[in-house]
């Protein structure tokens, strides 16, 4: 689909859950609500919805969460994504603590690659971090990972004080493994908002003056915003996804679905086309169909120029990253 400002939308990241495992200080803090079971969208209608927006002409899909892993039948959805015509690529972000039980299952089920979230190296901070001591778990998981040959990058997001002096740490796990580490600038969606994080751009100045043999890397590593750093010697690439300090949105490819049924256009704000209710209208499978492309066209026509993260009063989106997918 092409949006008002030009830009191709070919990629659907799909919430396919708010519960997770772990309770991420900046994500979904201790006590947040959950959302009732009935208002979850079931994975029929998720293939619904994917069905009509490849149809739409989105190829790439994202599976994620919540943690899309403590859902039941998540493999299984994996593998009915990758059926659909058109639908080029399925990936999947993980907080990885259940990789080693499923990492087989979901690389013969078709799964192009896997972003697995990972803050510290210190068990401690994991604990502090996500309110569960659950690091070793998330270690082997990336080991499961590669061993099932799922192309495998992780997500690190940095906060001041609390694991700031681990990017290098974070970065060596680059050098001996063929999987990328990607720096991600906390946004002020959700509990992000009352969390301070690192600029990217002081953290590449700090990288750069520690490994001035570092350079750029224009080769394609996914489907989002990251831009790449090789360091010789390295297995895989340091990548940076920078929301606030290099806004991206010039080359935006997306949208997202939460897990109630929302299609979101920008995550910074709250405006969304309820697709849930088209689902569950009552209507015939072609009518149905018919008024999901609309939803589609409606949303695109909607999706704005820019995130509006410098200006925080300006953020309508109210929900936790948890509930939208991140
Ligand atoms: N549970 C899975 C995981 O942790 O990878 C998938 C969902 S999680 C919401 C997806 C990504 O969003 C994670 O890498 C997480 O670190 C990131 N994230 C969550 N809240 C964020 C925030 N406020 N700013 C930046 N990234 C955030
Ligand atoms: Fe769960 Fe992922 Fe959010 Fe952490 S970042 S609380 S693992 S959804």
Not at 16 to 41: E, Q
Not at 99 to 119: F, H, M, R, T
Not at 217 to 234: E, K, M, Q, S, T
Not at 284 to 289: Q, S, T
Request: net charge neutral.
């Amino acid at each position: 689909m092409l949006d008002a400002y030009g830009r191709v939308i070919d990629y659907l990241r799909i919430s396919i859950t708010d519960r997770c495992s772990l309770r991420c200080r900046y994500c979904m803090p201790d006590g947040v609500d959950l959302i009732p079971m009935k208002d979850l969208l079931s994975y029929e209608e998720i293939l619904e919805i994917a069905l009509t927006a490849a149809q739409c002409g989105f190829r790439k899909i994202k599976v994620t969460g919540g943690e899309p892993l403590v859902r039941p039948g998540a493999v299984y959805l994996v593998f009915m994504l990758k059926k659909i015509p058109g639908i080029g690529q399925v990936t999947m972000t993980t907080n990885g603590i259940l990789l080693p039980q499923y990492a087989a299952d979901l690389k013969e089920a078709g799964l192009d690659a896997v972003n697995i979230s990972l803050d510290t190296l210190s068990p401690e901070r994991f604990a502090f971090i996500t309110g569960r001591q659950e690091l070793n778990r998330v270690l082997e998981g990336i080991e499961a990972a590669l061993s099932a040959g799922i192309r495998t990058k992780l997500n690190v997001v940095l906060q001041k004080d609390v694991n700031d002096d681990e990017w290098e740490a974070l970065m060596l796990l680059a050098r001996e493994r063929p999987l990328d580490v990607r720096f991600i600038e906390m946004m002020p969606i959700g509990a992000g908002q009352n969390t301070e994080g690192v600029s990217n751009e002081v953290l590449l100045e700090q990288i750069i003056e520690k490994y001035p043999g570092a350079e750029s890397d224009f080769a394609v590593h996914g489907n989002g915003p990251a831009v790449y750093l090789r360091i010789p010697g390295y297995k895989g690439s340091i990548g940076f996804i920078s929301a606030i300090h290099g806004k991206f949105c010039r080359t935006c490819n997306r949208m997202r679905l939460t897990s109630t049924g929302l299609l979101k256009p920008c995550l910074c704000y709250e405006t969304a086309v309820d697709l849930r209710s088209i689902l569950r209208s009552g209507r015939k499978r072609e009518e149905r169909a018919e008024r999901l492309a609309w939803a589609f066209a409606k949303a695109c026509s909607e999706k704005p120029e820019a995130h509006c993260f410098e200006r925080e009063e300006d953020i309508t989106e109210t929900k936790k990253m948890a509930q939208i997918g991140g």
